[in-house]
């Protein structure tokens, strides 16, 4: 099965996390494209263009993880598509 080439941009110059700073993230799809907002809510730190992006079998769920750091989410809101 031949896969979408899909395009990225990141926005921020050099991004990274900073231990005990708190991140607001706010992530929309909106059509063909998803875009990730880290605490400006105005200027996209990610974009990914894509023909269906999440929009296949298997794609109705949002999970995500902490890959084993001290890290917590709160105050979450998701809402269907």
């Not at 974009?47 to 999970?63: I, M, N, T, V």
């Amino acid at each position: 099965m031949t896969r979408p080439v899909l395009l990225a941009l990141v926005c921020a110059a050099y991004a990274r996390v900073v231990v005990k700073q708190r991140y607001h993230w706010k992530i929309v799809r909106a059509g063909t494209t998803i875009t990730w907002y880290v605490d400006d809510m105005e200027t996209p730190f990610l974009s990914l263009d894509g023909p269906d992006p999440l929009a296949a079998k298997g794609h109705e769920y949002f999970g995500f993880n902490n890959w084993q750091s001290d890290s917590w989410f709160d105050n979450l809101s998701i809402t269907a598509l």
